[in-house]
């Protein structure tokens, strides 16, 4: 139990050390600046705190706008149930500040009791709310009760009318009901239908890097329990049919709440029209208590008291106001952005206004009232700007998600000789007019202010651009300029700062990058700028393992270096290597890649640039490894080792596991075990963040490779430990590349120790993870040790050989030839069981001719002692004897003990049946006591019975 110091008041309770709001010891969903100021307010209570006191306090370091104090005073109230009127708790002192004015119980070492252990906190996406909403209770409450029984909810409505706000406010309602998550998906970022999967892939946490991401995204989900909420679907409606419809048939733990001006025409969809706020009706001349018992009169009121501190609502502007909702259909978003008006225009001069614009309408559009409603006010707001502020709008509405106060300058123009100066205050402007809303922060220290248009107001802003063709090329290059320079800032941050720290600063802008890249290659010709974003996209594809994706725009720009006049330059060489990494990662180890990682290198040797060296040699030794070309890794593994021990010594960790990793598929088992132990000693702990690179968990991968090369030389109990540490190693670390290799690598060891179980769950784990990540290399490893499994199992079924030879198949088609011939072994030994003999004996002699070309030592004994099965199987005993004889000496020179046993397990068996039963013992016996672990594996196990057996036979002889 911990002690703190608490603040009680009411039913709460706030603990600022831990960050933590409780309502009777349950947690209250608040932002950490919310938290900050609460905490102010309740070390003075009854006294007024100044705004610059708790700015100070929320904000340190950072001058902020008056309205992101609002903002989140504004959420803090919220979460207390406090109302602005007649506040309980927070009271407004109009022009100095805030004072908090109930009761407060303040304990300076309470204990504070363990919270109830109710499994992890639900996953979730969704913002903190910043706001009350009106009228809105039981559609609410109907629509979360609605949710338990329905798996496809539709909210539609017209443009404005609180869509969102809803579905926002239900599915926080069923945060605890679904064990995987709720995730927001804002459709509203991109219009291009192709990416719909994409988006709600990225909100719900999967990372894939193939084409097919709808198809993984509905086998992640097929096994979990989820709420999406699909918000803004209408400009997608096709693609969130598809979308929709494929995963509501594959995962049926999966719920969908969608936002949308028109129904998605899906089966089972349940439509749910959201109907406008009430108002008081025309015959009505209500007083201001009486309109109050409306909803959008009591919206209308709230912001204009954020807006205008005195303002109260009077029996005489009640009338005024209720025909003010009325005119505007009860649309939320028309009456807050009216509301905010009321400071400039008074109640009666606002009424006076929309009328001029309701006249000026009439007749004129085409569309339906209320979407003429909110187009009407939007209209009606936006003449009413200044020319600083109607242009910075039409600006910042080409920012697919949020931006801030930089960015907008930059789409502004502010940093061109002769451009406005005035941004910031045109900002705090639209911000105060409701037509930019402010972005809530984490609350992490140094967090800036961010902004976001909704999404009608950002539509109505690309239309006054799309109006404007000039206008519009100039601020769309500013924003493909300013994403560029953002990039490039996160390119060079990217090796310095923890990721999950980077992706919150950048991850936002793959939206914004997609949007500049789309705009730049459908203009006119850009070669340069198309060039540049490309680059500096790199780290955010890279991160989100986006490599399809980046795969695509790494070739286009490839494709205009000439033009750009870049031949040659960093440009081509970082380009070049992008797209050599990314096609073996979706194409394999085909000669393109190779090719491209190559250019980069010579550009990079001429250009005398070290770390790109180091890299493309990595990439490039791992691409001829994985192609079976062993020497040539190691050739250039050391070209690696050279400059790295030049130019920054902490990365030879990477070469060392590399090497490690030729070692033993050469079959130089004792100098990789030395290797591996010597790296798995070391602490990264220590270690700088380029140390890093190239091995994300150095730990977990030297230990994966370890234990293959600890279960050859007969050491299979030391083999499983080291396994499972590296298993556990790499689940610990988060990291999907890591969790990935660790799964794959430890497979053998599980399978060849005779864990059948347990290589299976590993298995199914490594299936799940390659698809939802779209790590195509590791689609074969999974699918032959699960053919394998199903061998030791149940026996050589038509199956199980189709299954190892599809496989393999996709092993040569992806040019993944390292280990193939072990893989052929298995393959042609269960065509030997299922009587398929000549096909065993093509297969298992491919396997020896790839075995001797690769000089895979490793495997050499084993492929052998196949062969000589399948010779045996054929009647050909000589030859099996002979065969088996040099797997035995081949086990010898490679001190694959592992295999010395089941190859002296098979010679014993054949020099028993040919009458030598005391040399067929004698072999087993001098085998059998060099092991000095795996009494319980399946090899030691039939060696044992077999001797025991010798034994008997030999006595009974005597």
């Known amino acids: 139990?911990?002690?703190?110091?608490?603040?009680?008041?009411?039913?709460?309770?706030?603990?600022?050390?831990?960050?933590?709001?409780?309502?009777?010891?349950?947690?209250?969903r608040l932002g950490g600046r919310a938290i900050d100021l609460l905490t102010v307010l309740l070390e003075r209570p009854g006294q007024v705190v100044p705004k610059s006191d708790l700015v100070a306090r929320a904000w340190p370091d950072t001058v902020v706008a008056?309205?992101?104090?609002?903002?989140?005073?504004?959420?803090?109230?919220?979460?207390?149930?406090?109302?602005?009127?007649?506040?309980?708790?927070?009271a407004t002192v109009t022009g100095r500040g805030y004072r908090f004015v109930a009761q407060v119980q303040e304990s300076a070492a309470e204990a504070l009791p363990e919270l109830p252990q109710t499994g992890a906190a639900p996953a979730h996406n969704l913002p903190i709310a910043v706001s009350n909403i009106f009228g809105r209770t039981q559609t609410i409450a109907s629509l979360t009760q609605e949710m338990a029984t329905s798996r496809l909810i539709c909210v539609t409505g017209a443009g404005g009318i609180g869509k969102t706000t809803v579905a926002l406010a239900v599915a926080e309602q069923c945060l605890g009901q679904f064990s995987d998550g709720v995730w927001l998906v804002d459709l509203s970022r991109s219009r291009d239908q192709s990416l719909t999967a994409h988006a709600i892939a990225a909100a719900t946490g999967l990372t894939h890097s193939g084409t097919e991401v709808q198809a993984t995204l509905c086998e992640y989900l097929r096994h979990r329990t989820a709420l999406l909420v699909l918000d803004n679907c209408e400009h997608v409606l096709a693609s969130v049919a598809a979308c929709v419809t494929a995963i509501l048939s594959a995962a049926p733990g999966v719920k969908i709440l969608a936002t949308s001006r028109e129904p998605l025409l899906v089966e089972g969809e349940r439509v749910r029209r959201l109907q406008a706020l009430s108002a008081p009706s025309e015959q009505e001349l209500p007083t201001a208590a009486q309109a109050l018992t409306f909803s959008a009169v009591q919206l209308f009121v709230e912001r204009a008291t954020e807006k205008l501190e005195t303002f109260r609502l009077s029996d005489a502007q009640a009338p005024l106001v209720a025909t003010i909702c009325r005119r505007l259909d009860g649309l939320a978003l028309a009456i807050e952005i009216a509301a905010t008006r009321v400071d400039a225009f008074g109640v009666q001069g606002l009424l006076e206004q929309l009328d001029d614009r309701f006249r000026v309408l009439k007749g004129l559009r085409s569309s339906s009232t209320r979407q003429r409603t909110l187009l009407a006010t939007l209209d009606w707001s936006y003449e009413l700007l200044s020319a600083d502020e109607a242009a910075l709008l039409r600006a910042v509405s080409v920012f697919a998600g949020p931006f801030d106060l930089r960015d907008a300058m930059a789409v502004r123009g502010c940093d061109e000789i002769g451009g406005p100066q005035d941004a910031p205050a045109a900002l705090a402007q639209l911000v105060a007019k409701s037509l930019v809303v402010l972005h809530i922060d984490s609350g992490h220290p140094g967090a800036g202010m961010a902004y976001r248009l909704l999404e009608s107001t950002r539509l109505y802003g690309q239309d006054l651009?799309?109006?404007?063709?000039?206008?519009?090329?100039?601020?769309r290059r500013r924003h493909a300029e300013r994403i560029c320079q953002r990039m490039e800032q996160g390119r060079r941050e990217r090796a310095a700062m923890p990721a999950p720290q980077w992706a919150a600063r950048y991850g936002h802008l793959l939206d914004d990058l997609r949007n500049a890249l789309a705009w730049v290659r459908a203009?006119?010709?850009?070669?340069?700028?198309?060039?540049?974003?490309?680059?500096?996209?790199?780290?955010?594809?890279?991160?989100?393992?986006?490599?399809?994706?980046?795969?695509g725009h790494f070739a286009d720009a490839i494709g205009l270096l000439e033009a750009a006049g870049w031949v040659g330059?960093?440009?081509?060489?970082?380009?070049?290597?992008?797209?050599?990494?990314?096609?073996?990662?979706?194409?394999?180890?085909?000669?393109?890649?190779?090719?491209?990682?190559?250019?980069?290198?010579?550009?990079?040797q001429r250009r005398d640039d070290a770390d790109c060296q180091l890299r493309c040699l990595m990439s490039i030794s791992a691409h001829q490894m994985f192609s079976g070309r062993l020497r040539d890794g190691k050739r250039s593994l050391d070209q690696f080792a050279a400059i790295a021990a030049r130019t920054d010594p902490d990365i030879l960790v990477a070469s060392d596991i590399h090497h490690g990793v030729g070692e033993l598929m050469l079959g130089e088992l004792d100098s990789a075990i030395r290797r591996f132990e010597s790296v798995?000693?070391?602490?990264?702990?220590?270690?700088?963040?380029?140390?890093?690179?190239?091995?994300l968990d150095p730990y977990a991968l030297a230990g994966g490779i370890l234990c293959q090369a600890q279960w050859l030389v007969g050491l299979p109990d030391t083999a499983l430990r080291t396994a499972r540490d590296c298993l556990q190693a790499g689940r610990a670390s988060g990291h999907h590349l890591t969790v990935n290799n660790a799964l794959s690598i430890t497979c053998p060891v599980l399978y060849w120790t005779g864990l059948y179980e347990e290589c299976a769950a590993n298995v199914r784990e490594l299936e799940a993870h390659y698809s939802r990540h779209g790590i195509v290399t590791r689609r074969p490893?999974?699918?032959?040790?699960?053919?394998?499994?199903?061998?030791?199992?149940?026996?050589?079924?038509?199956?199980?050989?189709?299954?190892?030879?599809?496989?393999?198949?996709?092993?040569?088609?992806?040019?993944?030839?390292?280990?193939l011939p072990y893989y052929q072994s298995v393959l042609a030994d269960a065509l030997r069981q299922s009587g398929r003999l000549e096909e065993a004996e093509a297969t298992i002699q491919a396997a020896a001719d790839g075995a001797l070309a690769q000089e895979e030592g490793w495997c050499l004994a084993e492929v052998l002692r196949v062969q000589a099965a399948v010779a045996l199987a054929q009647g050909q005993r000589e030859a099996a004897a002979s065969l088996l004889d040099q797997a035995l000496r081949k086990a010898q020179r490679y001190g694959t003990l592992a295999w010395a046993l089941r190859a002296a397990t098979d010679a014993a068996q054949l020099l028993a049946e040919r009458g030598d039963p005391a040399a067929a013992a004698s072999l087993l016996r001098s085998t059998c006591e060099r092991c000095v672990e795996g009494a319980a594996t399946p090899d030691m196990m039939a060696a044992t019975r077999l001797r025991a057996s010798l034994e008997r036979s030999r006595s009974c002889t005597e």
């Open 465 to 475: 651009l799309q109006a404007a063709p000039e206008e519009a090329q100039v601020i």
């Open 66 to 90: 008056d309205a992101n104090l609002k903002v989140n005073m504004m959420a803090l109230r919220r979460a207390l149930d406090d109302g602005a009127d007649q506040p309980r708790f927070i």
């Open 1 to 28: 139990m911990a002690f703190f110091r608490s603040f009680a008041f009411g039913p709460f309770r706030l603990i600022p050390e831990r960050q933590l709001l409780l309502r009777n010891d349950t947690p209250v």
């Open 781 to 819: 490893v999974a699918a032959f040790y699960g053919a394998a499994l199903a061998l030791s199992t149940q026996g050589a079924s038509e199956a199980v050989v189709l299954g190892l030879a599809q496989a393999i198949d996709d092993f040569q088609a992806t040019n993944h030839l390292v280990r």
């Open 523 to 551: 203009g006119r010709p850009e070669p340069r700028l198309q060039v540049r974003l490309t680059v500096a996209g790199m780290a955010l594809w890279e991160h989100f393992s986006l490599t399809s994706e980046s795969r």
């Open 569 to 604: 330059s960093q440009e081509d060489m970082l380009l070049s290597l992008g797209l050599g990494a990314s096609s073996m990662y979706t194409q394999g180890q085909q000669a393109q890649a190779e090719d491209a990682m190559h250019r980069a290198l010579r550009i990079a």
């Open 680 to 695: 798995q000693q070391r602490d990264f702990r220590q270690a700088s963040a380029s140390s890093l690179r190239y091995v």
